[in-house]
């Protein structure tokens, strides 16, 4: 069989974007899935396998080389854009299958696009743990337009969050031996992380980096004598100082810190499992060891005013205990329609025949007069 990777790409700049938004996040999945998709097609399918890239921005048609399946890669950032082509695409014939995210299976992307496609492996993430990654299929010259080395490491999250689709997805790391044998091969092929190893241009793609003790040792322990710096995901709940000072000689430069909301009840309505004590003191640890770190605060998860308010004596405190984040980034929750874990009570936007879920922004008047001060000071300190 021959398979297709379809790359899309955004920007005239080149593939993969590091941007300080969250498309530049969803963008540095594209290559993390596409190599995912790859190996899944080499090896469990056996099918000879290349990727086709092309700008999801043009007007034109693009036309596909020959192929027997094509995998469509799909990040949020990308989906209104592709559907012109898509359309055009299964108009045409073509056998598509839509991989689902990097962390989790298809669910919510079934809930957004119907039976229009078939989901890739099943609807299970491409992701495989030992299986070597198909790195040599991607042809010498799209590596110059790799601005950053993103290397999936993981799959899954034991967490139960109540918003995200990934929650208690089977959490699964990649063999770390081969996940760093591969990284050194990443980084020789992507020319900006060679040229420039101290900047935030190596992504270790892992829902929570410090999940798994034994992982994170091994992982350490071969990765540091690499002198890299590199950014990734870290999770509060179970973040202990020894696991962030071994990440820090490690090279781990910057973490994003699922917070989402800095006030205790919301936390547990939220099902994080972290208390803003605990955030608190796993930001002081980071700053002690020279990691810089980032959250998001997030409106439209059933906050009341009452809640706002506490949130914003948490900011002044985490001020006051002299914590300083990079970048507190403040939004709608987005609500992935099939989440079978938001609440039945919160109110529910109905998408009806969109084909994209929206970021959503369901907020009283008098909540949103509640989050104005905190979100204008923010933006005046250049934080948001
Ligand atoms: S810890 Fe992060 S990835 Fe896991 S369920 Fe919560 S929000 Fe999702």
């Known amino acids: 069989m021959n398979a297709i990777v379809l790359l899309p790409r955004h920007h005239n700049g080149g593939f993969f974007q590091q941007e300080e938004c969250c498309f530049g996040k969803f963008a540095r999945w594209t290559p993390a899935l596409g190599m995912h998709a790859a190996t899944w097609l080499r090896h469990r399918r056996g099918a000879r396998v290349a990727f086709f890239p092309f700008n999801v921005e043009s007007a034109e048609p693009i036309a596909l080389p020959p192929a027997d399946l094509y995998v469509l890669i799909f990040t949020w950032g990308y989906g209104l854009d592709l559907e012109p082509h898509v359309s055009r695409w299964i108009a045409e014939g073509k056998n598509l299958s839509l991989a689902p995210n990097p962390f989790g299976g298809g669910d919510a992307l079934r809930a957004v696009f119907g039976e229009t496609f078939d989901l890739f492996a099943g609807g299970q993430s491409p992701f495989?743990?030992?299986?070597?990654?198909?790195?040599?299929?991607?042809?010498?010259?799209?590596?110059?337009?790799?601005?950053?080395?993103?290397?999936?490491?993981?799959?899954?999250?034991?967490?139960?969050?109540?918003?995200?689709?990934?929650?208690?997805?089977?959490?699964?790391?990649?063999?770390?031996?081969?996940?760093?044998?591969?990284?050194?091969?990443?980084?020789?092929r992507v020319p900006t992380a060679a040229a420039d190893r101290t900047g935030n241009s190596i992504s270790i793609f892992c829902n929570e980096v410090n999940t798994d003790q034994r992982w994170l040792n091994e992982f350490c322990r071969l990765v540091t004598?690499?002198?890299?710096?590199?950014?990734?995901?870290?999770?509060?709940?179970?973040?202990?100082?020894?696991?962030?000072?071994?990440?820090?000689?490690?090279?781990?430069?910057?973490?994003?810190?699922?917070?989402?909301?800095?006030?205790?009840?919301?936390?547990q309505r939220l099902w994080k499992g972290h208390t803003v004590e605990q955030a608190f003191g796993v930001m002081g640890w980071l700053q002690q060891h020279g990691i810089r770190y980032r959250f998001s605060l997030r409106s439209g998860v059933g906050e009341t005013t009452d809640d706002i308010a506490r949130l914003t004596a948490n900011v002044e405190r985490m001020r006051a205990r002299g914590l300083r984040p990079q970048r507190i980034s403040c939004g709608p929750m987005a609500e992935w329609p099939g989440i079978p874990w938001m609440p039945k009570e919160w109110p529910r936007v109905n998408i009806g025949s969109e084909k994209f879920p929206r970021w959503t922004q369901r907020l009283s008047d008098e909540v949103k007069a509640a989050w104005k001060p905190l979100l204008g000071r923010l933006k005046q300190e250049g934080l948001t």
């Open 128 to 188: 495989t743990a030992d299986l070597p990654l198909a790195i040599d299929a991607m042809p010498d010259e799209l590596w110059p337009e790799f601005r950053v080395v993103t290397h999936q490491v993981a799959t899954g999250c034991y967490w139960h969050c109540h918003y995200c689709p990934w929650a208690s997805r089977r959490h699964v790391n990649r063999d770390p031996v081969l996940a760093v044998k591969e990284l050194v091969e990443l980084l020789h």
């Open 225 to 267: 004598p690499l002198k890299i710096t590199w950014i990734s995901d870290l999770n509060i709940r179970t973040a202990t100082e020894a696991q962030i000072a071994m990440l820090a000689l490690a090279g781990l430069r910057e973490v994003t810190l699922g917070i989402e909301f800095l006030e205790d009840a919301m936390l």
